[in-house]
């Protein structure tokens, strides 16, 4: 079975003001859908990021897959590499970590692998979490992930969840989350309002929802200092602190004054990171993400790096749609150390999708894992259409923040250490 043809379809939307470290969320995200077709005719799918410099190397990427053989990952993780040469790949909102020539590759590889998997589940009648190991669990449990926000995009109507800038609009946010979706936990995005508001908007949800496991993740936007004084000031609220502060340094010298685990998808985003990480001490878990981790196969092998060092396992989410939710569920449900619920920005995209709907959905905060082989989800031509038609039009070709956010607060800086 070998890839006979590939398709590259950049798409765009919706996507609300969210606040993050680097800015506000644009109103349109991006993503490129990755179809690979085989000599047989059978299809599968793969999702990543859409700004124009990666949408250009999975241009580049894509013509030395033809003639591969679907099953054979290490050549086609070879070929790609030799595409991307000596790239880095930098993002452009800055939340993801540092770039390197191997996190470049193995971004490149992911939707290809993933969509290499797709087929050939579909081939052998096997879900991609049977390939992956078998699943150890049937639904995956997701987090509310919950941001500072305004109230719509300026220029327009306010949107369905409005306002949240202060704790009492958090707690209404994380309210409407968990009734809609039955999230048995919390995420804050923080770094976005001075370090003592965030404290209390945790402590809003701590009183608010008793029981759940609650994090926080400000992306870096704090001092070392101010990363110890938050997080003995949130001493046996938190499940873990995500990416206090910047790099392995940053967190290694908060990681031993702090009485929680630290966790990151910053300071650790691709294996050279993993041992001086480790040999300082600066994180306990550690946030996956396929795509940057180069695709499911290498994802389920970092998995069993952190049981052999002891690191905790959660997963990352960026703005995404049904292929990579899919994705994420299947890693997830074949992954036995996973001990937190992954991220995901799924509810902020309000049913807009590439899929046929009915295959992904949230059961008490959960996504049972789709049961059809491959990734078990089906593409909505006509849907796929139609976000092609708003990526043509939008005009926006790359995810930045910051610059979104200067056109109302000129002064705007991306708060890195900055608290
Ligand atoms: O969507 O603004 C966002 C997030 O801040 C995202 O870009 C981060 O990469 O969710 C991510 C994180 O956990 O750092
Ligand atoms: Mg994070």
Redesign the pocket.
């Known amino acids: 079975m070998r890839i006979r043809e590939i398709h590259l379809t950049p798409v765009a939307f919706r996507d609300p003001p ?1 606040l ?1 470290a680097s800015g506000i ?1 644009e109103p349109w995200a991006l993503r490129t859908i990755v179809e690979v077709v085989t000599d047989d005719g059978l299809s599968g799918l793969g999702e990543t990021y859409g700004d124009r410099s990666h949408l250009e190397r999975l241009r580049a990427a894509a013509p030395a897959l033809i003639g591969v053989e679907v099953h054979a990952h290490h050549a086609q993780y070879a070929a790609v590499a030799a595409t991307v040469g000596g790239d880095v790949f930098v993002d452009q ?1 800055g ?2 970590g540092a770039g390197s020539n191997q996190k470049t590759v193995d971004a490149v590889f992911s939707p290809f692998e993933v969509a290499c998997l797709d087929i050939r589940g579909k081939a052998a009648g096997l879900r991609v979490a049977d390939l992956l190991g078998g699943p150890v669990r049937e639904a995956v449990p997701y987090s509310a ?1 919950l ?1 500072y926000k305004w109230a719509g995009h300026p220029g327009e109507d306010e949107d369905r969840f409005g306002a949240a800038l202060d704790p009492e609009g958090i707690a209404a946010q994380a309210r409407l989350f968990v009734e809609e979706y039955g999230f048995g936990s919390i995420k804050l ?1 923080g770094g976005v309002l001075p370090p003592d508001e965030e404290i209390e908007a945790v402590h809003a949800l701590r009183e608010a929802f008793p029981d759940l496991p609650l994090r926080i ?1 400000p ?1 870096a936007a704090w001092t070392p200092e101010t990363s110890i004084r938050v997080g003995r000031a949130l001493e046996g609220v938190l499940e873990y602190l ?2 206090p502060a910047p790099e392995i340094e940053g967190m290694a010298r908060v990681a031993p004054e702090v009485p929680m685990k630290l966790a990151t ?2 300071c650790v985003v691709t294996h050279a990171h993993l041992p001086p990480a480790l040999a300082r001490g600066a994180i306990g878990v550690l ?1 996956t993400d396929h795509h940057y981790w180069g695709g499911l196969l290498r994802s389920t092998q970092v998995a069993a790096l952190c049981e052999t060092f002891g690191l905790e396992l959660s997963m ?4 995404h749609l049904g292929i990579s939710l899919a994705a994420m569920t299947h890693l997830a449900a074949a992954v036995p150390n996973l001990n937190h619920a992954c ?1 995901t ?1 799924t509810p902020w995209q309000q049913g807009q999708d590439v899929v046929v709907p009915g295959a992904l959905r949230f059961v008490e905060g959960a996504v049972p894992l789709p049961q059809a082989p491959g990734l078990g989800v089906e593409l909505d031509r006509d849907a796929l259409g139609a976000l092609h038609e708003n990526y043509l039009r939008c005009g926006v070709e790359r995810r930045d ?1 910051t610059a979104y956010m200067r056109r109302f607060d000129p002064t705007f800086q991306p708060k890195r250490a900055h608290w």
Not at 316 to 319: A, P
């Open positions: 969210l993050n969320h909102h939340l993801t992930y941001f995005k993740d992306n995500e990416d998808n910053m946030l990352h989410s960026n703005t991220d920005h923040d």
